[in-house]
């Protein structure tokens, strides 16, 4: 003969749900503790944004440069009265990092590459390295990888000092080949 059930205070004899106490908070999926029975391991990673949410930046940032390239290809440089010139040069007749920058982009585009050079030799080299910059962004935007690139200190205070050895020689009666 099975053994008759205890009464438990605030459930009702018989079988079946009983009605939750008034205090007692909705009931719920159980929390995510370590040792739950819904704990499958680490969340998974969010889905990645949409191919186009991910191209868009470097895509912008690409045509905003195309069409920097593309005005200072149409607008002379070499022509007075289309740019500003340079302060520094104007007014201590020194060359500063960029002098020349614009008549190199402009060389650059019509593909003047000697000339471009010859205008500003720095510029040239950060057109490169802008180019490969952009194409690893756009190649790890498509695969939805992210980009970081950090550069520690001693990478500024070289490139600080590559822009200061670049003007002061540029500036000196041996470094005229490196003058715009």
Excluded: Q
Excluded at 99 to 128: E, I, K, P, Q
């Amino acid at each position: 003969m099975p053994a008759a059930a205890t009464p438990v205070p605030g459930r009702s004899a018989e079988p079946g749900p009983s009605p939750a106490p008034a205090s007692s908070p909705a009931p719920g999926p159980e929390p995510r503790h370590h040792h739950g029975a819904y704990h499958h391991g680490p969340p998974a990673p969010p889905a990645p944004p949409p191919l186009r949410r991910r191209i868009a930046a470097p895509l912008a940032t690409l045509a905003a440069v195309a069409g920097a390239f593309a005005y200072v290809g149409a607008v002379d440089p070499n022509e007075p009265g289309h740019y500003p010139v340079c302060p520094l040069l104007r007014f201590t007749g020194i060359y500063c990092p960029g002098c020349g920058g614009l008549r190199s982009a402009h060389a650059f585009v019509h593909g003047d590459l000697g000339t471009a050079f010859g205008a500003n030799a720095l510029a040239v080299a950060g057109y490169l390295v802008f180019a490969v910059v952009w194409a690893v962004w756009i190649v790890r935007a498509i695969g939805a990888k992210p980009v970081r690139i950090t550069l520690g200190p001693a990478w500024w205070w070289g490139l600080g000092a590559l822009l200061a050895v670049f003007t002061v020689v540029r500036n000196l009666p041996f470094g005229s080949g490196l003058t715009p």
